[in-house]
Nanobody
Framework: QVQLVESGGGSVQTGGSLRLSCSAS??????????MAWFRQAPGKGREGVAS????????YYADSVKGRFTVSLDSVKNTVTLQMDSLKPEDTAVYYC???????????????????WGQGTQVTVSS
């Protein structure tokens, strides 16, 4: 059974940094490549793809709104995906979700319809 557990959310002031982690169980990055992604949902808005990575080759994808500020990476030993968020802005405030899927479709790596498995989410709040 696939499980994704996010951690690392919290509150920070504008310009600060946070590091989110997603621990995956029920499958192994080393055994089979997966697409892993971070999405976010702000109050009253739809879910937005933020960043993703394909564990089979390390290709990464970023939303324009976070390019140059966020970095997605993976640890195949720990079966964990990390989202390093720097230069945070109030508009980054949202619940952040980790997502996974067994397949990689390059044009869909920031599209929630591509991802079968989801974590419960972690709150990120950026104050001005």
């Amino acid at each position: 059974q696939v499980q994704l557990v996010e951690s690392g959310g919290g509150s920070v002031q504008t310009g600060g940094s946070l590091r989110l982690s997603c621990s995956a169980s029920g499958f192994s990055f080393a055994d089979k490549a997966h697409s892993m992604a971070w999405f976010r949902q702000a109050p009253g808005k739809g879910r937005e793809g933020v960043a993703s990575i394909f564990t089979g080759g390390g290709a990464t994808y970023y939303a324009d709104s976070v390019k140059g500020r966020f970095t997605v990476s993976l640890d195949s030993v720990k079966n964990t995906v990390t989202l390093q968020m720097d230069s945070l802005k109030p508009e980054d405030t949202a619940v952040y979700y980790c997502a996974a899927d067994e397949y990689s479709i390059p044009t869909m790596m920031l599209n929630e319809a591509h991802f079968r498995y989801w974590g419960q989410g972690t709150q990120v709040t950026v104050s001005s």
